[in-house]
């Protein structure tokens, strides 16, 4: 076996997580050269491994959009249930429990825009918003990815506002 062979042998053996001991018995290779191999081909397994545990995630439905998905779901046949549901009987509020942990799962998973369009507001009112913004995801009522998104497009209107004043000094000249 070529020495590039064995390399690429040894990233696969080593992104399995075998010991020295093992891979360089497989590979009929000293443990001083695994040493070796590992530093200098460092990023390649690191590679392989973030692949291999991608692959994971989206074999086994992990990834945010199959979670979205599998959430948006359950609630669709907690509805399904509910709607035939008399509420009077006692396991419905068990059901009602079930949609509410649900449409809260699925609320993280999604970052609601602020609603106000850029000629709606003031710089005054976009700094109430941020204000808001961080007194609510301070108290949990926003998740960090929310508030985030959120930050996001207050800046960008800020930053909008900013320029649109220094044009209107500039065509008052």
Request: neutral net charge.
């Amino acid at each position: 076996m070529k020495t590039a062979d064995k390399k690429a042998e040894f990233i696969e053996l080593r992104a399995k997580g075998l010991s020295y001991s093992k891979i360089a018995d497989q590979l009929r290779i000293s443990k001083s050269t695994c040493t070796n191999w590992a530093k200098e081909l460092e990023a390649e397994v690191k590679k392989l491994q973030e692949d291999r545990l991608t692959e994971l995630y989206s074999l086994y439905a992990m990834d945010k959009e199959s979670r979205i998905k599998r959430i948006g779901k359950a609630l669709t046949d907690i509805d399904k249930a509910l709607e035939q549901k008399n509420l009077a009987e006692l396991p419905a509020d068990v059901l009602l429990k079930l949609k509410l942990k649900y449409e809260q799962e699925l609320k993280t998973e999604y970052a609601e825009p602020t609603g106000a369009a850029f000629t709606e507001l003031t710089v005054e009112e976009i700094i109430q918003a941020l204000t808001a913004l961080y007194k609510k995801q301070e108290s949990g009522e926003v998740s960090p990815a929310q508030a985030k998104a959120q930050l996001a497009t207050l800046s960008s209107l800020l930053t909008a506002e900013k320029l649109k004043d220094s044009l209107d000094m500039w065509t008052n000249i």
